[in-house]
């Protein structure tokens, strides 16, 4: 054995408390926030050209969160004097859902174009905002963007005052690993006149569809402040500013969904332990109202207690399970243990082999149930046992 000893003291001593310097580790003293000194919810000022911001601003990806962003912002542009936003989708059926969403939230028809060409949409558009689901589609969505990025010719943008210069801003909603944003950042920063930038949101489709959703973005300062002000409040009601580095903004993104799957997965032991022992998952629930008071909780055991699992509104399986692989991913390439995430992980995966991957996230508590003899979601329910 080595002679080398750690330098603990044997006989340790609490040293006496001192009083703190004015200025300490992390910076001065800030007092908690109250409603009159909320900070903005957008943290750059506003750009100041004698043109609007932007000649032309498109939407790609009309999914469950993007036909909700995608017509909040129409109707914005519209109510601004601005011209129709273009809309994409790669699937013809999510177009007609767009739509459907549209007419019945009263989205003018003259506030949006659908396009059905993505190069049309990078030749002629200086705000490019995308909403895709996963790394592969974002990859090769953005291809084709670039390409007709690079035949553009004399479009304003408003990044130069006067709506003289040519600059396309890219806003990726996506959720998508670290890397292949930092990727797409190289390969916009590979030819002039593109700026890319990292912008994932957090909220469900529900917040999206009252624009209630935070947007935590990353990359070039001046396309961040023309991208925060042309998105908030149109879909979003506070911006969140993580630096230059694209990738930041991605791993914040993970790590907030790291919690969420983390309250998840606790909800669902608790509540499995309270079915098995008789206490009562009733009364969990008034506990959590009274003593916790958060929406989302109160949400997620309202959906568990009820065995309540229609994606429709939420978050499904099939991205929870993408969004765990994310997470102990980028876990494991900084030496973070996170077995919270290993056995949600497990959990989602049993049940989506049952259910399948368009059930709510919450659906996990079908996996915790099976280790626990329940049936998955059936409550008390108990499994038939095996027979030879």
Request: proline content about 6%; glycine content about 10%.
């Amino acid at each position: 054995m080595s002679g080398l000893r750690a330098h603990f003291n044997t006989d340790p001593v609490t040293p006496p408390v001192e009083k703190a310097e004015e200025e300490t580790f992390g910076g001065n003293y800030e007092p908690p926030r109250t409603p009159a000194n909320e900070p903005e919810p957008i943290p750059f000022s506003r750009p100041t050209t004698p043109t609007p911001a932007h000649d032309q601003i498109a939407f790609a990806g009309l999914g469950a969160m993007g036909k909700r962003m995608a017509s909040n912002l129409a109707k914005h542009l519209a109510s601004e004097g601005q011209p129709p936003l273009l809309v994409y989708n790669r699937k013809e059926d999510g177009v007609q859902k767009f739509l459907e969403y549209a007419s019945a939230h009263e989205v003018p028809e003259d506030a949006y174009k659908v396009v059905s060409d993505l190069e049309e949409i990078g030749r002629t558009a200086d705000l490019v905002v995308t909403s895709l689901a996963g790394d592969e589609a974002v990859e090769q969505v953005y291809e084709k963007l670039f390409a007709g990025q690079q035949t553009q010719k004399g479009t304003g943008d408003g990044i130069v005052p006067g709506g003289r210069g040519r600059t396309t801003v890219f806003v990726d909603t996506s959720t998508i690993y670290p890397t292949t944003a930092g990727k797409l950042e190289r390969l916009a920063s590979s030819a002039p006149h593109r700026s890319f930038l990292s912008c994932p949101v957090f909220g469900v489709p529900k917040a999206a569809e009252t624009a209630d959703l935070i947007l935590a973005i990353s990359g070039d300062y001046f396309a961040k402040k023309h991208a925060a002000h042309a998105l908030v409040p149109a879909i979003g009601k506070k911006v969140m500013d993580l630096g230059s580095n694209v990738e930041r903004a991605m791993s914040f993104k993970l790590v907030g969904n790291a919690l969420e799957l983390g309250f998840i997965e606790l909800l669902a032991e608790c509540f499995t332990l309270c079915d098995q022992s008789g206490v009562g998952a009733d009364k969990l629930v008034e506990l959590i109202k009274d003593q916790h008071k958060s929406p989302a909780l109160i949400r997620y055991a309202d959906r568990i207690t009820k065995n309540r699992f229609d994606s429709e509104g939420g978050f499904n399986l099939g991205g929870g399970i993408t969004d765990a692989r994310n997470i102990r991913q980028l876990a494991e390439s900084h030496n973070v243990p996170m077995p919270t995430m290993d056995v949600a992980q497990q959990h989602m995966l049993s049940a989506r082999a049952h259910g399948g991957d368009e059930m709510d996230w919450t659906a996990l508590v079908g996996g915790q149930r099976i280790a626990a003899g329940l049936k998955p979601f059936a409550g008390r329910s108990r499994l038939e046992r095996y027979e030879d």
